[in-house]
């Protein structure tokens, strides 16, 4: 596959090259400002830092947009707790300058998969869940500001390159036996398979704008773009006696365009309200798919290629709440909210594979729980 992302130290490396060649602006942030999971184009004060730790969930009780029920009516393979999605965040930002912050996040999530019983498939074992970690980090270059005012919000506009790495560990069953072409073919021993290679990565450029709309509401709006790259591939063994072999390999890269806009709401000192909506179009998608005809057919339904071709859903749209109460003047909690229109597109890339790609139509969401601490 070929690479078409520019060289990490490169980016990075040009970017503070020129933030210390520019004078930038000495931008810090208003009173009540939330940074963590917030497209804004304030930049922390030298020095200064948020950490954000929390956890995120969507179960029974938090399907707030009725996402699971929809997934579990659509296909007669899922059952039980399919789609429940558990997991942890760090979010860490700090301030290099006045008008430079670095910020690195990290997602860990375990997304529950679980098969109803099905006569096609005399399954012995299977995992049942998704294990996948998301790291993301960069630089936000504040490039622009006036109007600045104590403890209110001001305009500025933010320059942010960042990179982001997303990986899922492998994803195995075992079974005895299947319906080929209309007729059970039992194995001679249980045969084996293996959804792994799940990995992406990419890299992004955004340019930020926030300006005040009143004393207590300021308004964000920004636009981004990015590349990405994604593999996967299914191994498949002991299928009557079958050596270990690849059976499927899945190669992909995309160009992403991202518009998005958001309100900041001091409702008191203590409480901000984030509301924010993001479209993210995936573009230029170059498909490189390997597969062995004779032994997909050996694999069960929820892993075969067909599931990832026909017409795929190249649009997204994010609506994100976070409101937060500040304990103290450097404690914060927060309660925040997601939802997606198609899944994860454009969001895990790799999630574009057979086990996972055919639930990419269908609506997502999940709540979370955060604290913060400000210095």
């Not at 956890?55 to 789609?83: H, T, V």
């Not at 919000?153 to 320059?159: D, H, R, V, Y």
Request: aromatic letters at 10%; hydrophobic letters at 35%.
């Amino acid at each position: 596959m070929q690479n078409r992302r520019p060289s990490r130290l490169t980016l990075l490396a040009t970017s503070v090259t020129l933030a210390s060649l520019c004078a930038g602006a000495a931008a810090d942030t208003p009173v009540g400002w939330i940074s963590a999971d917030n497209y804004g184009a304030y930049t922390l004060g030298t020095l200064d830092f948020e950490l954000h730790l929390g956890g995120i969930a969507m179960n029974d009780g938090l399907d707030f947009s009725n996402s699971r029920d929809d997934i579990l009516s659509n296909s007669s393979l899922l059952e039980g707790e399919d789609r429940d999605i558990a997991g942890s965040v760090i979010d860490f930002q700090l301030g290099l300058t006045s008008f430079l912050t670095a910020f690195y996040r990290h997602q860990a999530t375990d997304l529950s998969i679980d098969f109803a019983y099905t006569p096609s498939v005399g399954l012995v074992s299977i995992d049942d869940e998704l294990q996948t970690e998301t790291d993301s980090y960069g630089l936000r270059w504040n490039i622009y500001e006036s109007g600045r005012s104590r403890g209110n919000a001001w305009t500025a506009t933010s320059l942010e390159i960042g990179f982001s790495e997303s990986s899922s560990d492998d994803f195995t069953g075992s079974y005895n036996g299947m319906t080929i072409q209309g007729q059970y073919t039992p194995f001679g021993t249980d045969g084996t398979f293996t959804l792994q290679d799940l990995e992406d990565e990419a890299w992004k450029v955004r340019l930020i704008h926030t300006a005040p709309i009143s004393r207590s509401v300021a308004g964000t709006v920004w636009a981004g773009y990015s590349e990405t790259e994604a593999t996967a591939s299914t191994h498949l063994s002991a299928v009557n006696l079958l050596a270990p072999t690849v059976v499927q390999s899945f190669e992909t890269e995309t160009s992403q365009y991202t518009l998005g806009g958001s309100l900041n709401w001091q409702i008191t000192p203590r409480m901000p309200l984030q509301l924010s909506y993001e479209f993210i179009k995936v573009q230029d998608r170059d498909d490189s798919m390997i597969v062995n005809p004779a032994l997909d057919l050996y694999l069960p339904d929820f892993l075969q290629a067909a599931n990832v071709g026909g017409d795929i859903e190249d649009e997204n749209h994010v609506i994100s709440a976070n409101l937060s109460y500040w304990i103290t003047r450097n404690i914060s909690v927060s309660i925040t909210g997601k939802v997606f229109s198609n899944q994860f597109l454009g969001v895990t890339p790799h999630y574009h594979n057979p086990l996972t790609a055919s639930f990419a139509e269908e609506s997502y969401s999940y709540a979370g729980l955060h604290l913060g601490i400000k210095l």
